[in-house]
């Protein structure tokens, strides 16, 4: 049987056996109808703000704003949020040398001059003051500490705005059950410790820090107090559906409008699988298959769904390019090195929780937790990053095709296989 997955910000078909395949898991967002421009639904959610005055009341043209947008990691469509938002400050009389626009990249490496053009627009890029956060700058201002004792430390252009608007996303998130809202800015607006508190084992391994959950989640609760200490006043997010495509747009209050896009957008996600497979053919879209950090999210994505479709020994399948190899940010290489340096991942895992590891390694740690319970391959992986992906303990290959019938025939001939080709926005639930 031949099914089409998502591989770059193209497409592949792969072939299974009819007698092997499970089935094709895709969430309810897979059969969502024709839909609105983004362009209209922004215009929309702004007109329509959720829990707060309009947009165009809420700042006086003395005010300094920040705008807090994202990085190349999130499907989030800038290039049209921010020319809306900046179109609506300029109606109030603010002046463009009271705005800053912060790209929040947390630990991932700063945009280019052109993906900063890419991303938010060259007549944006060439008109505004354009910033990439840097998490280890020694400017960064202490706003003290959460209740659970994070410490809070925020990118000055951020801490010291008047007003403070945030562009996402909203799509199930591994740690913080949801991206979007406060996460830009507690972790795309902060320092290197704050980022590291929020990723250590202790918060990842709490009953209640899972993928597709708010309620009782530690990192959700630090993320909004953090946020909380600046004037962050409104977002605009996105809900992200397959292929990163956006099938709604929420705008207003930081945490009631993204409440409300949670609520709309959980029951879309969700899907059902009858019983857990030998192989699980896992895919994503082109800003998550750039670099092997990012990729490494469609096999841990599905392994902490509310259930686990993998056989124990099992494997993840990943198609994704990785271009960029392990990932050029500073959080990417300490992932790449920190999974180099164990050949057994439980021994990754106890050393990580028994000492801790630096921000951005955390995706070495969720990472070996899924190796502990099934292996990880990289389908169609670029040729100059194969070796590298062997050396972090995956199996990789270059043609996806090959990927796929080397591991069926290592799995044998009755071998049981389930497709997910939107892994991080599918949570998976077995049939009672």
Same mark, same amino acid.
């Given at each position: 049987?031949?099914?089409?997955?998502?591989?770059?910000?193209?497409?592949?078909? !792969?072939?299974?056996?009819?007698?092997?395949?499970?089935?094709?898991?895709?969430?309810?967002?897979?059969?969502?109808?024709?839909?609105?421009?983004?362009?209209?639904?922004?215009?929309?959610?702004?007109?329509?703000?959720?829990?707060?005055?309009?947009?165009?009341?809420?700042?006086?043209?003395? %005010?300094?704003?920040?705008?807090?947008?994202?990085?190349?990691?999130?499907?989030?469509?800038?290039?049209?949020?921010?020319?809306?938002?900046?179109?609506?400050?300029?109606?109030?009389?603010?002046?463009?040398?009271?705005?800053?626009?912060?790209?929040?990249?947390?630990?991932?490496?700063?945009?280019?001059?052109?993906?900063?053009?890419?991303?938010?627009?060259?007549?944006?890029?060439?008109?505004?003051?354009?910033?990439?956060?840097?998490?280890?700058?020694?400017?960064?201002?202490?706003?003290?500490?959460?209740?659970?004792?994070?410490?809070?430390?925020?990118?000055?252009?951020?801490?010291?705005?008047?007003?403070?608007?945030?562009?996402?996303?909203?799509?199930?998130?591994?740690?913080?059950?949801?991206?979007?809202?406060?996460?830009?800015?507690?972790?795309?607006?902060?320092?290197?410790?704050?980022?590291?508190?929020?990723?250590?084992?202790?918060?990842?391994? %709490?009953?209640?820090?899972?993928?597709?959950?708010?309620?009782?989640? !530690?990192?959700?609760?630090?993320?909004?107090?953090?946020?909380?200490?600046?004037?962050?006043?409104?977002?605009?997010?996105?809900?992200?559906?397959?292929?990163?495509?956006?099938?709604?747009?929420?705008?207003?209050?930081?945490?009631?409008?993204?409440?409300?896009?949670?609520?709309?957008?959980?029951?879309?996600?969700?899907?059902?699988?009858?019983?857990?497979?030998?192989?699980?053919?896992?895919?994503?879209?082109?800003?998550?298959?750039?670099?092997?950090?990012?990729?490494?999210?469609?096999?841990?994505?599905?392994?902490?769904?509310?259930?686990?479709?993998?056989?124990?020994?099992?494997?993840?399948?990943?198609?994704?390019?990785?271009?960029?190899?392990?990932?050029?940010?500073?959080?990417?290489?300490?992932?790449?090195?920190?999974?180099?340096?164990?050949?057994?991942?439980?021994?990754?895992?106890? %050393?990580?929780?028994? %000492?801790?590891?630096?921000?951005?390694?955390?995706?070495?740690?969720?990472?070996?937790?899924?190796?502990?319970?099934?292996?990880?391959?990289?389908?169609?992986?670029?040729?100059?990053?194969?070796?590298?992906?062997?050396?972090?303990?995956?199996?990789?290959?270059?043609?996806?095709?090959?990927?796929?019938?080397?591991?069926?025939?290592?799995?044998?001939?009755?071998?049981?296989?389930?497709?997910?080709?939107?892994?991080?926005?599918?949570?998976?639930?077995?049939?009672?």
């Amino acid at each position: 049987m031949r099914i089409t997955l998502p591989f770059g910000n193209g497409k592949t078909v !792969i072939a299974v056996p009819r007698k092997n395949l499970l089935g094709v898991i895709t969430p309810v967002t897979e059969k969502k109808k024709k839909l609105p421009s983004v362009t209209f639904m922004a215009k929309q959610a702004i007109a329509h703000s959720i829990g707060s005055m309009l947009l165009s009341g809420m700042v006086s043209r003395s %005010h300094s704003v920040t705008l807090v947008v994202t990085d190349t990691t999130r499907p989030c469509p800038d290039h049209i949020f921010v020319p809306l938002v900046l179109r609506e400050l300029a109606a109030m009389g603010v002046v463009k040398e009271k705005i800053t626009i912060v790209i929040a990249t947390g630990l991932h490496r700063p945009l280019s001059k052109k993906e900063i053009q890419d991303k938010i627009g060259n007549a944006v890029a060439g008109t505004y003051k354009v910033v990439n956060h840097n998490p280890r700058a020694r400017n960064l201002v202490h706003l003290g500490k959460t209740l659970d004792g994070c410490p809070i430390l925020i990118n000055p252009i951020v801490a010291r705005a008047d007003t403070v608007i945030a562009t996402g996303v909203i799509e199930p998130h591994q740690w913080a059950g949801y991206s979007g809202g406060r996460k830009s800015i507690a972790i795309g607006a902060s320092g290197e410790a704050t980022i590291g508190w929020l990723h250590r084992p202790a918060v990842f391994d %709490h009953r209640y820090t899972k993928l597709g959950n708010l309620k009782g989640n !530690i990192f959700h609760r630090n993320a909004q107090e953090i946020a909380a200490k600046t004037n962050f006043k409104f977002i605009i997010a996105g809900i992200v559906g397959p292929a990163g495509s956006i099938i709604g747009v929420v705008a207003g209050h930081p945490d009631k409008a993204f409440n409300a896009g949670v609520a709309r957008a959980d029951p879309l996600y969700r899907a059902l699988f009858k019983k857990e497979a030998d192989i699980v053919v896992t895919g994503l879209e082109g800003s998550k298959s750039t670099n092997i950090y990012q990729a490494t999210r469609a096999a841990t994505y599905a392994m902490f769904s509310p259930d686990a479709p993998v056989k124990k020994g099992g494997a993840f399948i990943v198609p994704a390019r990785c271009e960029e190899g392990p990932g050029k940010g500073t959080g990417e290489q300490r992932f790449f090195k920190l999974l180099c340096a164990y050949k057994d991942p439980s021994a990754l895992v106890r %050393h990580a929780r028994a %000492h801790g590891y630096p921000g951005g390694a955390q995706r070495a740690y969720i990472t070996a937790r899924v190796l502990e319970h099934a292996d990880i391959v990289f389908a169609g992986i670029h040729p100059r990053w194969r070796k590298s992906a062997e050396k972090m303990g995956f199996r990789a290959y270059s043609n996806v095709q090959s990927a796929i019938d080397q591991t069926i025939a290592q799995y044998g001939p009755k071998a049981e296989i389930l497709v997910v080709p939107h892994a991080l926005q599918t949570l998976m639930e077995k049939k009672a």
